[in-house]
């Protein structure tokens, strides 16, 4: 009860967002809600309230619940549609715009034109005779008087009008969720329970009709009372369920049916339900397990949970879960428990209630007190691969960790992998330095970072807590350990050795003066072990750095190197290359006076010639020394006289031209240019 409103399975609600759907569960917490796309949803108790509404079973939103209706199928069934939604308004007359907002959207949806529906599905509601147009209001259709005259003959012509047994089980759904008082109902119901009976002696036994024909009836088993209650009972009985097919379009009905069925004949509702738990729908699995799991029909549960507990080589149970409820379980034997608990293990990831089945402390306590005895027996029987860090905690506080320990040093198995860093983190310490050596061995053998790093934080721990015989006793062990330790690891355990040592060698217990000697050589040894490879390590890093810096300075060496092979390479290049154009010139100069020659005597294509020779020749840097036949002043670097002269030179004739070669900023002296000294004939010869 809700708020005054009355919830039970098979009602029609409105959700504020969800919209219309029908309620195939009721719990504790939530409700479970299943419109019609078939997607399930909770709606919370304490919301229920706010965001269902209850809706007429036989109305156009219970409709919406179960089916989207197409236009040809509201074309149809108008006048069956506009009395539901009538039957929602709870008016007396509906208008032509009410109509079309409630049904304009399934029209639209299908591309289709809505007036040209409506002309056609208007003709067909006034042809049926159920409504006609009001006299008074314009577009406004009512009931026929004459059609509608008592809610008595709408029920009785209504189900005259029903024929196959399709339509009979939606007529059933209607007829279960009317009122309870209307005697009208009553006395259909009973009508269609004959019909149902004569069918199903003399009609079709297929296993779609006996499952609908076991729904009718579970649906009119409200509504009937005395002989025609005890007829319908008979009639449940003699359909046999092994023979129903699976119907996913009635699985809503068919979880509703076994609610009814339970309250008419408890032993038909259980053999229906033995045949339902293994149902791909959750709601009906769900509910035939609930009808199961009573005191008195219990067993047939226990019989299949433990009979697949037996079969180690067959799956997990279908829905599995179910099995798994507390409602279940705390009518199954501990021993049974904890053969299900080991039977699931290997199952660790199957859902989410495993899961939690596994790491169920209350659980784990009952296998550890079952197997206390025998902790070999009881990882054996409990592998660890679907506990958490606290579920197995728990297991191994529960078995005893010192136990738990000494079986895993003394037998190991690939299974105890995960259990050995937990057993020796909770095993107390005495048991844990008597184990140390066999310890270290299967570390050794098969090594366990996890394992090896929890030993090593207790002997840290107890080095820096205990003193004594205690302290030397966990030092000793902390020396055994440090060859497993990676580089990182024994350093620092090499610290608190070290540290713990120096404990030892103050430390005032009368029980350790016959060992001071002892230990006062162990730490002088253990210090010299560290020094020498303090000191090794040292002259490591010293030859490195060496090495180092002559590498450094060999290759500022080659560097060096380098740029004066290029620097060299350069200047050899251009040398090469300066070498190279004066001796191509050189070769040129002999052709160039030829030309030169021609042209004196009046050739004037040699005269052209030799112009472009110098000027070519200037391009490249080349600059004449005189013109033949002008005067110039003796220069004897530039100059070179025809024939030896005893008196002093002052001016010369140039006989042939002398060449010079521009590099950078000086010039070079290819070749002197050949002259005379000035004689009277060449008085008039022009200078240069």
Not at 87 to 96: F, H, K, L, N, Y
Not at 233 to 250: A, G, Q
Not at 587 to 597: A, F, K, T
Request: aromatic residues 4%.
């Amino acid at each position: 009860m809700l708020s005054g409103i009355q919830m039970n399975v098979g009602d029609f609600v409105k959700h504020t967002r969800q919209g219309p759907g029908r309620i195939t569960q009721v719990c504790a917490d939530y409700i479970e809600v299943k419109p019609s796309n078939g997607h399930v949803f909770k709606v919370n108790n304490a919301l229920a309230k706010h965001e269902l509404t209850p809706v007429p079973p036989d109305g156009f939103t219970a409709l919406l619940a179960t089916r989207q209706p197409t236009s040809d199928y509201l074309l149809h069934n108008i006048a069956d549609v506009t009395r539901r939604i009538l039957i929602d308004r709870r008016g007396s007359s509906v208008t032509a715009k009410d109509l079309r907002a409630e049904l304009q959207l399934f029209i639209k949806r299908e591309g289709k034109s809505f007036p040209g529906w409506w002309k056609k599905s208007r003709t067909r509601l006034l042809d049926s005779g159920i409504f006609k147009l009001d006299s008074k209001r314009k577009g406004v259709f009512v009931l026929s008087d004459e059609t509608y005259s008592s809610p008595a003959l709408d029920w009785d012509k209504e189900a005259s009008q029903t024929t196959d047994l399709s339509a009979l089980l939606d007529f059933a759904r209607r007829i279960s969720a009317a009122d309870p008082a209307d005697q009208a109902v009553n006395h259909v119901a009973q009508t269609v329970l004959e019909r149902v009976v004569r069918a199903g002696q003399n009609g079709d036994s297929s296993p779609r009709t006996q499952l609908e024909r076991m729904l009718i009836l579970c649906y009119l088993g409200s509504r009937v009372t005395g002989d025609a209650k005890d007829q319908l009972v008979r009639s449940l009985e003699e359909i046999d369920v092994s023979s129903i097919s699976l119907e996913r379009d009635l699985d809503d009905d068919v979880a509703i049916g076994l609610s009814n069925l339970s309250k008419l004949s408890v032993r038909k509702a259980a053999e229906w339900s033995a045949t339902l738990l293994n149902h791909p729908s959750a709601t009906v699995s769900k509910r035939a397990f609930t009808i199961l799991n009573t005191d008195r029909l219990r067993f047939s549960l226990k019989e299949r949970l433990l009979g697949w507990i037996e079969s180690a080589n067959i799956p997990p149970l279908p829905n599995l879960d179910l099995y798994l409820d507390v409602s279940f379980l705390t009518h199954i034997r501990k021993e049974d428990k904890a053969a299900l608990y080991s039977r699931l293990t290997p199952h660790a990831g199957y859902s989410h209630a495993v899961t939690a089945f596994l790491n169920e402390p209350e659980t784990i306590r009952i296998v550890a007190s079952i197997h206390r005895s025998d902790s070999q027996l009881a990882h054996l029987q409990v592998p660890t691969a679907g506990l958490g860090r606290e579920g197995l905690s728990l297991l191994i506080s529960q078995l005893g960790p010192d136990k738990v320990l000494k079986t895993i040093v003394q037998d190991f198995q690939p299974q105890y992998e995960a259990v050995l860093p937990e057993a020796i983190r909770s095993a107390d310490w005495n048991t844990l330095a008597d184990l140390a050596p066999q310890l270290r061995n299967l570390l050794a053998s098969n090594p366990n970072e996890e394992a090896l790093g929890a030993i090593l934080r207790r002997l840290t721990i107890v080095m820096q807590e205990s003193h004594g015989v205690e302290l030397l006793k966990a030092t000793t062990i902390a020396c055994d350990y440090n060859s497993l330790c990676s580089v990182e690891g024994s350093f620092s355990l090499g610290n608190s050795i070290q540290t713990a040592f120096t404990k030892l060698l103050t430390d005032t217990d009368t029980n350790l003066r016959p060992l001071s000697a002892a230990v006062q050589l162990e730490a002088t040894e253990v210090k010299h072990q560290q020094n020498a490879l303090l000191q090794t390590t040292k002259n490591e890093l010293k030859h490195t750095t060496a090495r180092l810096e002559a590498s450094e300075v060999e290759l500022t060496r080659l560097r060096s190197t380098v740029q004066v092979i290029k620097a060299t390479a350069t200047e050899q290049i251009e040398s090469t290359r300066r070498q190279t154009l004066r001796g191509f010139i050189t070769l040129l100069l002999p052709m160039i006076d030829e030309v030169e020659r021609r042209s004196q005597t009046g050739d004037n294509a040699a005269t052209n010639l030799r112009d472009d020779f110098i000027s070519a020749l200037e391009q490249i840097g080349v600059v004449e020394v005189g013109v033949s036949n002008t005067v110039q002043v003796f220069d004897p670097h530039m100059h070179e006289l025809l024939q030896e002269s005893n008196s002093a030179i002052g001016t010369v004739v140039i006989a042939r031209p002398g060449f010079m070669l521009r590099d950078g900023d000086a010039m070079v002296l290819l070749r002197r240019a050949l002259v005379r000294p000035v004689e009277e004939e060449d008085i008039d010869t022009p200078r240069n």
